[in-house]
């Protein structure tokens, strides 16, 4: 029943999205702001839970490997700690610092050679998010230690 890779990651994102729902359902409430701060949050759970779904069902090619290449489960344990060490400094750091670390290092660890497209995008990404979500959709993002 549960033969394959696409089935069995199915099955672990949509657990992993309905807890994440749970806890995106348990973030407080704040009035006055015109998009609650579990908005995003609750519409990611649900894309991550649809996905799932789709993968779960998804039929595997014929001459697809149901093994990863030697190698690539380090790779995977290398981005897991990077995004572990996102949601560390997330808060003390502040988002855009944390996010423009996060997106140049991960990027260049993946193999991205060119550091001035790098630099350009994992700075011009955080900041065009924290705008559009401080001035636009009236959501506090964490500032850190930029004065912003």
């Excluded at 001459?63 to 190698?71: S, T, Y």
Aim: aromatic residues 16%; glycine residues 6%.
């Amino acid at each position: 029943m549960i033969n394959t890779m696409n089935k069995k990651m199915g099955i672990i994102l949509a657990v992993i999205s309905v807890i994440y729902l749970y806890f995106s359902f348990t973030l407080p409430e704040y009035p006055y702001v015109p998009v609650d701060s579990d908005a995003v949050p609750i519409v990611l759970g649900f894309i991550l839970l649809f996905l799932s779904v789709l993968l779960f069902f998804s039929k595997p090619q014929e001459d697809e490997e149901e093994k990863l290449p030697k190698g690539e489960g380090k790779v995977i344990l290398a981005v897991l700690g990077f995004v572990l060490m996102f949601i560390l400094l997330l808060e003390p750091l502040g988002f855009v610092l944390t996010t423009f670390l996060f997106i140049s290092i991960n990027s260049r660890f993946l193999g991205y050679k060119k550091w001035v497209s790098n630099i350009i995008v994992s700075l011009a990404l955080p900041l065009s998010i924290y705008f559009l979500f401080v001035s636009f959709l009236k959501i506090q993002l964490p500032s850190g230690i930029l004065p912003f």
